[in-house]
């Protein structure tokens, strides 16, 4: 069965810093990544996904990740973070099931 | 474009009684998923449907039941709610390929008391 894990459970930055949110997963064949963006009150909206090919991928809002197979980690980047991002973000894999399973999220504090 | 519709959006139930959440979608997806979101926890995934007829468990299904009663609509019933059972709900639905993400709905904050 497949499962996500996200270390860190809150992140505080300085406005203009950069930002790196950790995912690790777990899965036996080709995953399905992605990740999502929750503001307070909200319902998820889809940052980016990996399903195949390049391994860097771009996403809305100036997000970018990884997809590391050796390392079953599939990190979030932002070069330099702004007020509007403060939010919870989550990852999350699917197999070809369509069972989607997420994690259980990073909230990011964005300091003035 | 409504997407994905949750109904209700609020609602207080008394420990022992039912309800159904109810959800569609007008994308023509084949799947659809209902999660929980509890503070700390993250999503976990109750049940989903990969495809109209279809349904499977997901990571916490006890106490629940749910009905895919055709390619849009997906129901998910409590059928003798209990305080733990008090959450954010949220219905989401996906194309049916496995590279396709989920869109989700505004979701449903249901406390039993």
């Known amino acids: 069965a497949q499962s996500v894990t996200q270390p860190d459970i809150h992140i505080t930055v300085s406005e203009g810093a950069s930002l790196e949110l950790r995912c690790n997963y777990s899965?036996?064949?080709?995953?399905?990544l992605f990740w999502y963006v929750q503001s307070p009150g909200q319902g998820l909206q889809l940052l980016l996904k990996?399903?195949?090919?390049?391994?860097l991928v771009q996403g809305i809002k100036g997000f970018e990740a990884e997809f590391k197979r050796s390392q079953s980690s599939f990190n979030l980047r932002k070069p330099s973070v702004h007020w509007s991002d403060a939010a919870e973000y989550f990852c999350?894999?699917?197999?070809?099931?369509?069972?989607?399973?997420f994690g259980k999220g990073t909230k990011l504090t964005v300091n003035p | 474009n409504a997407g994905v519709t949750q109904t209700p959006k609020f609602q207080v139930l008394k420990t022992g009684q039912s309800m159904t959440l109810q959800c569609a979608q007008d994308m023509n997806h084949n799947s659809m998923y209902w999660y929980r979101q509890d503070p700390g926890m993250g999503l976990r995934l109750i049940y989903y449907s990969a495809s109209e007829g279809t349904t499977d468990k997901g990571e916490v299904p006890n106490g629940y039941n749910v009905s895919r009663l055709n390619k849009r609509e997906f129901s998910l019933r409590l059928e003798s709610a209990a305080p733990s059972q008090t959450s954010v709900y949220f219905c989401a639905s996906s194309l049916g390929q496995s590279y396709t993400e989920a869109f989700f709905g505004q979701g449903t904050r249901l406390t039993v008391v």
């Open positions: 990996y399903f195949s090919g390049d391994t």
């Open positions: 999350a894999v699917k197999g070809g099931s369509e069972k989607l399973v």
């Open positions: 899965y036996g064949a080709t995953p399905y």
